[in-house]
């Protein structure tokens, strides 16, 4: 069904009126999924540092949990109260580390990654104006 939709665009691509918008459409498509392959790298990679690093919290200590935590907080709801299992222990500098671990998976995800997007789909928006 989806690929009746591509089909029904591709066609409208030879209308003098909407063939320029949905060339941009189809060329931010393509942005899009160069941002989201960039989005997948750093959340594995946070990932998989979280897993490594903090296997005595439960909330982030197997792969499907650590990454269902940072999709989560990439939408804003974090929890860095799980962080607290290391308060009144010798390896209490994990605590701070994990806080600063998800906020700055938080402020490289928010500031730099969603930039980077916004700023390849301008580019794509001025690339194809240009061509009219």
């Known amino acids: 069904m989806m690929f009746g939709f591509l089909r029904f665009l591709i066609a409208l691509v030879v209308n003098e009126t ?3 918008i949905i060339s941009t459409i189809i060329y931010m498509f393509k942005d899009i999924s160069v941002f989201i392959a960039i989005w997948i790298i750093v959340l594995s ?3 998989m540092i979280s897993i490594i690093t903090f296997q005595d919290v439960n909330e982030i200590n197997l792969f499907g949990k650590a990454l269902a935590f940072y999709i ?5 709801n974090y929890d860095l ?3 607290d299992v290391y308060l009144e ?3 209490e500098i994990l605590r701070e580390i994990g ?3 998800v906020l700055f998976y938080v402020f490289i995800n928010m500031l730099i990654l969603l930039n980077i997007v916004i700023a ?3 580019d794509t928006y001025v690339m194809m104006t ?3």
């Open 18 to 20: 909407l063939g320029p």
């Open 45 to 47: 990679g946070f990932t």
């Open 130 to 132: 240009s061509v009219r």
């Open 99 to 101: 806080i600063f671990l």
């Open 81 to 83: 109260e799980i962080f």
């Open 72 to 76: 989560q907080a990439s939408f804003g």
């Open 120 to 122: 390849m789909m301008a």
């Open 89 to 91: 222990t010798d390896r």
